[in-house]
């Protein structure tokens, strides 16, 4: 059972504008939304993370925005440039199960310049 | 660099070889997980470790693999009797700071011929 759902599974986007990604949970016991961006041949690599009492988090030009009670997460990527082509997973974790991520399925993002 | 280092990077075996895989966390964090990422896909939990214990393994750890971590730091990730369905890149994680912050190494691409 796929307790993450990522989408789109790839966009495309023009220099300078905005990448959305949209991922849905169902396990009300995750409290931890990190988004990781991994390149070919390279691990994950942590972007930007936020816990459920926040609605928004922005670091630098990536934001997250949470809502609770529809069990969804964003992360939009601002001024998109070429170099943020790459593949972004959401995942999520709670204490009691180790804090174990549950990932999404993954979105593929082109930066066109 | 992401303090968590990988080993062998890259492997080549036939099926029905061994292969063992190394994990060297930098941070002295008591948890430690192991991932597997086919292509395409987003990581899958395979197992953790709370110091040299490991708590949980996933279903998709067949019998056929195995890991430990004798002295509560280093990992290894042993495959027995390899088949071509455990081509995948697997991956090694630990916690750093409040122990929700996942940092994960570079992978080590496992290719089953």
């Known amino acids: 059972q796929q307790q993450v759902k990522q989408s789109p599974q790839s966009l495309i986007v023009q220099k300078g504008g905005i990448s959305i990604i949209n991922c849905a949970y169902e396990?009300?016991?995750?409290?931890?939304f990190p988004w990781y961006q991994q390149f070919p041949g390279k691990g994950p690599a942590l972007l930007i993370a936020?816990?459920?009492?926040?609605s928004e988090k922005k670091e630098g030009r990536f934001t997250i925005s949470f809502n609770k009670s529809a069990k969804q997460f964003s992360l939009h990527i601002m001024d998109s440039q070429p170099g943020d082509s790459a593949t972004y997973f959401c995942?999520?974790?709670?204490?009691?199960?180790?804090?174990?991520?549950?990932f999404g399925g993954g979105t593929r993002v082109l930066v066109k310049p | 660099d992401t303090g968590v280092s990988q080993n062998p990077r890259h492997k080549i075996t036939k099926r029905g070889q061994n292969v063992t895989f190394r994990c060297d966390p930098i941070?002295?964090?008591?948890?430690l997980y192991w991932y597997r990422q086919t292509l395409g896909q987003g990581p899958e939990f395979l197992t953790y470790?709370?110091?040299?214990?490991?708590l949980e393994k996933s279903r998709l750890l067949s019998d056929r693999f195995s890991a430990e971590r004798p002295k509560g730091s280093f990992s290894t990730l042993e495959i027995q009797r390899t088949e071509q369905g455990d081509s995948a890149m697997y991956l090694c994680?630990?916690?750093w700071g409040d122990g929700n912050t996942i940092y994960f190494g570079e992978g080590s691409w496992l290719t089953v011929v």
């Open positions: 995942a999520a974790s709670f204490k009691a199960a180790g804090n174990k991520l549950t």
């Open positions: 396990n009300t016991a995750f409290d931890y």
């Open positions: 936020i816990r459920p009492d926040v």
């Open positions: 941070s002295e964090h008591n948890r």
């Open positions: 470790f709370q110091n040299e214990a490991q």
């Open positions: 994680a630990t916690p």
